[in-house]
């Protein structure tokens, strides 16, 4: 009896030990990270500078992933992936909406630049720029003139539309357009442009445009025709 009785002891507890740190993983809250840049911090040198790029990715997107983690302690939403947050904005606190919009803004944003520009879109992202805005250079331009006219700090983006046709926007501050909120026009982020200042400050300055326009030599055509797509 003795020697059963130890047997069966000593089971349940390697059992145990084996259960419980995967059950304490479970009970652990879901948290954002900070996820690596794709390239180097100087990889989209000279279009953006190295110092830009990493106090942008290191300082405030990592504040943002950051003050978001804090924000949802003990709320349902801190279950939603990054991207089912944005549509549910409307719903919540402004510590939410402003880091949880930050967070996936720069998420979003880091994966749109490339250092093997500058380059062109092709397939069926192209033949809706040319059916929907009237070619790449009217793109631009439209871009341009949308990225310049936000006052103070915000975003510009280029989105699919619920119709499939393309449409170019802006938002304040860290607003996209995921986000069912007023004035917001809803649609699929293909293309976007970070136009606070920390993100060309040190570079140009007060130049905003100058920075507009050298974004275009770094923008990354292949992952906005993957997001068009729907992929």
Known sequence: ??????????????????????????????EFTLPALPYGFAALEPHIDAQTMEIHHGKHHKAYVDKLNDALKGKPEANLSL???????????????????????????????????????????????????????????????????????????????????????????????????KGIRQGTPILALDVWEHAYYLKYQNKRADYISAFWNVVNWAECERRFAGK
């Open 83 to 181: 991207e089912a947050l944005q549509k549910v904005m409307d719903k919540q606190p402004a510590a939410v909406r402003n880091n949880g919009g930050g967070h996936y803004n720069h998420n979003l944003f880091w994966t749109l630049l490339t250092p093997n520009g500058p380059g062109k879109p092709s397939g069926a992202l192209a033949a809706a720029i040319d059916k929907d805005l009237g070619g790449l250079d009217a793109l631009k331009a439209a871009f341009e003139k949308e990225a310049k006219g936000v006052f103070g700090s915000g975003w510009a983006w280029l989105c699919k539309g619920a119709d499939g046709q393309l449409f170019i926007t802006s938002t304040p501050n860290q607003d996209n357009p995921l986000m069912p909120l």
């Open 1 to 30: 009896m003795q020697k059963r009785t130890f047997l069966k002891t000593t089971l349940t507890a390697a059992l145990g030990a084996a259960i419980l740190p995967h059950l304490d993983l479970l009970a652990q809250p879901v």
